[in-house]
């Protein structure tokens, strides 16, 4: 997602095309659209790629930024929405959102801006897919297009290629028997499991269970994962270890096709993302966020 963003820069500056860069370094806890980190580029036409949160604050901002351009020069500004403060923004989201302004032009510093912002950007939670199903593929595209890197694994060649995941970090075709050959699961990693069948699931999720995955989660039903909590209890696992699982997966949208399950997949691990990055904060008093508490999974 953002080294499409950032690679569109590139082109631009290498094509003598001048930029602004726009990039929120502070904002307030509540309220503003966007949080620090979030960037986006304007060019001498005042068209602009990325985004500092939409509506009148980024139209402002990028009005702005076309100014500065046209001069070559750097800049900042803090944008308050209050409602007090708002009736020049058109936004009453409540808080301040200070931004930078920097001009990108065909040299070396600009370059390195640019290198910065990429390696700042880089994702740092990995996503790691076993079974590489229908809806494995249709998931796999939707977390490449929100920012995490996949890693899929499959013991069918006829699944698990690059043909199939052409966006994907690593593929992997091996049985599913030995996961720490191959990949060493962190506590910023997150694993969904969809294999073939029952058999394979417990293989997979039994192995992840001692790994530090900050999220796991099962597809399936509530009986298939009802069966699979069992037989993992025998195998001595603790309640609250069982409890931490996500099974079934996926946020109740009452999703059917493929493409479907994968949002409401996706949904719930930018859910988890959120909350471990500690962005905006997500009620208690939720629906969500009570289910998931129902069924003893700590947010």
Not at 12 to 36: F, H
Not at 108 to 136: C, M, Q, W
Not at 260 to 271: D, K, M, R
Request: hydrophobic share 35%; glycine share 8%; aromatic share 8%.
């Amino acid at each position: 997602m953002f080294d499409n963003i950032i690679s569109k820069a590139f082109e631009c500056i290498e094509a003598n095309e001048d930029l602004e860069l726009v990039k929120i370094v502070k904002s307030s806890a509540t309220g503003t659209p966007r949080k620090e980190g979030a960037f986006m580029f304007v060019d001498t036409n005042g068209e602009s790629f990325g985004t500092v949160g939409g509506g009148n604050i980024e139209y402002q901002a990028t009005l702005y930024a076309k100014s500065l351009l046209m001069e070559k020069k750097d800049g900042e500004k803090v944008y308050n929405l209050s409602q007090k403060e708002a009736e020049n923004i058109g936004m009453v989201c409540g808080g301040e959102s200070h931004m930078q302004f920097i001009y990108l032009t065909n040299d070396e510093r600009s370059r390195e801006i640019l290198d910065t912002l990429k390696e700042a950007n880089k994702s740092k939670n990995i996503v790691y897919i076993f079974g590489a199903g229908h809806v494995s593929m249709e998931l796999a595209k939707v977390l490449h297009y929100v920012g995490f890197e996949t890693v899929i694994w499959d013991d069918r060649i006829d699944f698990a290629n690059t043909t199939r995941f052409p966006d994907s970090k690593k593929v992997i075709c091996k049985s599913y028997d030995n996961v720490k050959s191959e990949i060493n699961i962190t506590n910023n990693d997150f694993v969904v499991i969809m294999t073939r069948g029952h058999v394979y699931d417990y293989i997979v999720e039994k192995q992840v269970l001692d790994t530090d995955a900050y999220y796991i989660g099962v597809i399936g039903s509530t009986n298939k994962n009802k069966v699979l909590r069992e037989k993992l209890q025998i195998d001595g696992y603790s309640e609250e270890r069982i409890n931490g699982v996500c099974a079934p997966i996926g946020i109740p949208i009452a999703a059917d096709t493929p493409e479907e399950i994968a949002i409401s997949i996706a949904s719930e691990i930018i859910l988890f993302r959120s909350r471990m990055e500690n962005r905006r904060k997500v009620s208690d008093d939720n629906e969500i966020v009570k289910l998931y508490k129902k069924r003893g999974i700590k947010l």
